[in-house]
């Protein structure tokens, strides 16, 4: 049996790494294994939130199908995924990192789960900040970025630079080099017999932006280009959909520079331990017989359209994600697919790569089958607004070809649709221009054959779905010590 080596990013911009075409980032590991194997530069997320596209990777299916619509939402038990048809099959099945699951240990059918988390009650539960907890630490950045009871309390440093600065915790001691050595210690377990199958989820380069030294520094915002897509301002229609986590009227360039230095800064940290990675496995003589596979859940604005992070319209620096598969042998090696391909491709690909039959349920592409791709990818996102006081929830849509794309919200009663050949940054909605008209309604059709649109469907959350392991469930009452801890440690969060 081969082994499978996952790698995961966390909100990785698909153009952030050099063999996708930037000058400026060093990513030479990830580089090297685009070298080896195939680099996918049209492979588009289900959903640009953590939680959905996390559950479709897992599970082959759409949002619509697996009901994980939030951040706080739980994949079911009785649904296949693919480390459980892996499990059954003779492998031993391991994640390693972030899940961003609810409960946080729910049982995603992994032998072994050591968990390091960023949002909700998992970072009160996980492995890695009782580690920290154990050193004294606590990853201050961090926890004021992502708890609202923290970050309502931050200071004037964190909201003028858009928490961008150098984490205060030293390398050894941040999420990405613990990940990457919880890994190391069970890569040596691995054997020549093969059946090993380990998904390695890294925290970064999501939010914050805060290397550790020397990779705060690595790179001189003044040198930095600003990535495509760039606006000298935000425009009214993307302001209305979503003011920003940072307001996106307070973007400047400078503060723009700065950021993306630092958000490359994670990326060339993270870089380095996926090299070490690499490198273990070729001591161990497993490199050739691994199929190794590096993807994000989601992008980044990082600039485009005068925005950062996520949370309005699914345009391609959200919507796109890097994919690149090194195949044992080194299979189609140095090649560049260009076909359309999605998340809900990724499951069945691993599956059929360990030669078990995939499960019929999984309706996804085995994309080491170089000359099949999609004829569209769709992304798609459940919205919550308050409109003159009133809650209004409704489904978006993004359906995405080669050379247009149509973004649909509002239970299709707004859209907006893009010629990508004559404006490939989306600045210019022409759906009401009538040379369109046919292309958006075969777009249209591509949605209909794949929704329903009946009713929204429900957010499935069951806190007490089945776990991993009932000794890591965390009680209310050791949150609240948790919580008592940080609040005791971090600046400017008085108890």
């Known amino acids: 049996m081969k082994n499978i080596l996952f790698i995961m990013g966390d909100q990785h911009r698909y153009d952030c790494i050099a063999s996708y075409g930037n000058k400026d980032v060093k990513t030479p590991h990830l580089d090297s294994l685009a070298h080896d194997g195939v680099l996918h530069k049209?492979?588009?997320?289900?959903?640009?939130?953590?939680?959905?596209?996390?559950?479709?990777?897992?599970?082959?299916?759409?949002?619509?199908?697996?009901?994980?619509?939030?951040?706080?939402?739980?994949?079911?038990?009785?649904?296949?995924?693919?480390?459980?048809?892996?499990?059954?099959?003779?492998y031993r099945t391991v994640a390693i990192g972030k899940m961003h699951a609810t409960p946080t240990y729910l049982?995603?059918?992994?032998?072994?789960?050591?968990?390091?988390?960023?949002?909700?009650?998992?970072?009160?539960?996980?492995?890695?900040?009782?580690?920290?907890?154990?050193?004294?630490?606590?990853?201050?950045?961090?926890?004021?970025?992502?708890?609202?009871?923290?970050?309502?309390?931050?200071d004037e440093a964190y909201w003028k630079t858009c928490g961008s600065m150098k984490s205060n915790l030293e390398d050894k001691h941040h999420s990405t080099t613990w990940i990457?050595?919880?890994?190391?210690?069970?890569?040596?377990?691995?054997?020549?017999?093969?059946?090993?199958?380990?998904?390695?989820?890294?925290?970064?380069p999501h939010h914050p932006f805060d290397p550790p030294a020397p990779y705060d520094t690595m790179y001189n915002p003044e040198d930095i280009e600003i990535l495509p897509g760039y606006t000298d301002e935000v425009s009214e229609v993307d302001y209305e959909h979503s003011t920003g986590y940072f307001n996106h009227k307070n973007l400047t360039e400078e503060k723009l520079r700065t950021i993306t230095a630092h958000y490359y800064g994670s990326i060339t940290h993270m870089d380095h331990h996926i090299g070490r990675l690499i490198e273990t496995l070729k001591a161990k003589g497993l490199y050739e017989d691994t199929l190794i596979l590096y993807t994000s859940d989601h992008g980044d604005y990082m600039g485009y359209h005068h925005m950062l992070l996520k949370a309005n319209y699914m345009y391609d620096p959200l919507a796109k994600v890097p994919l690149i598969i090194k195949y044992p042998q080194n299979a189609h090696q140095g090649q560049v697919n260009e076909r359309i391909s999605s998340n809900i491709d990724i499951a069945p690909t691993l599956i059929k790569q360990a030669d078990i039959?995939?499960?019929?349920?999984?309706?996804?592409?085995?994309?080491?089958?170089?000359?099949?791709?999609?004829?569209?990818?769709?992304?798609?996102?459940?919205?919550?607004?308050?409109?003159?006081?009133?809650?209004?929830?409704?489904?978006?849509?993004?359906?995405?070809?080669?050379?247009?794309?149509?973004?649909?919200?509002?239970?299709?009663?707004?859209?907006?649709?893009?010629?990508?050949?004559?404006?490939?940054?989306?600045?210019?909605?022409?759906?009401?221009?009538?040379?369109?008209?046919?292309?958006?309604?075969?777009?249209?059709?591509?949605?209909?054959?794949?929704?329903?649109?009946?009713?929204?469907?429900?957010?499935?959350?069951?806190?007490?779905?089945?776990?991993?392991?009932?000794?890591?469930?965390?009680?209310?009452?050791?949150?609240?010590?948790?919580?008592?801890?940080?609040?005791?440690?971090?600046?400017?969060?008085?108890?």
């Open 357 to 495: 039959q995939v499960p019929k349920v999984m309706k996804g592409l085995d994309l080491s089958n170089q000359e099949v791709g999609r004829d569209f990818a769709l992304c798609e996102g459940l919205r919550v607004d308050m409109c003159n006081g009133v809650q209004e929830t409704y489904y978006e849509y993004m359906i995405r070809t080669k050379n247009h794309k149509l973004i649909i919200s509002k239970n299709l009663q707004h859209y907006k649709f893009f010629d990508l050949i004559n404006d490939p940054y989306e600045l210019n909605n022409v759906a009401q221009e009538a040379q369109y008209q046919e292309v958006i309604q075969k777009h249209m059709h591509h949605l209909v054959q794949t929704m329903t649109f009946e009713a929204l469907s429900p957010i499935y959350v069951n806190e007490e779905e089945k776990t991993f392991t009932p000794e890591k469930a965390t009680n209310q009452e050791e949150r609240d010590a948790v919580e008592t801890y940080y609040k005791a440690r971090v600046p400017h969060c008085e108890l």
């Open 42 to 90: 049209e492979h588009y997320t289900t959903y640009p939130v953590c939680t959905p596209a996390r559950y479709s990777l897992l599970s082959g299916l759409y949002t619509h199908q697996h009901l994980g619509w939030s951040n706080h939402c739980t994949l079911a038990d009785g649904l296949i995924t693919y480390p459980k048809v892996l499990k059954a099959n003779g």
């Open 180 to 204: 990457t050595d919880r890994a190391l210690e069970e890569l040596e377990n691995w054997g020549e017999s093969g059946n090993n199958m380990m998904l390695v989820s890294y925290v970064k």
């Open 107 to 154: 049982n995603m059918g992994f032998d072994k789960m050591l968990l390091a988390e960023q949002d909700g009650n998992g970072r009160y539960d996980d492995d890695y900040h009782r580690y920290l907890m154990e050193q004294g630490l606590v990853d201050e950045n961090d926890i004021i970025d992502q708890r609202e009871e923290f970050r309502k309390m931050a």
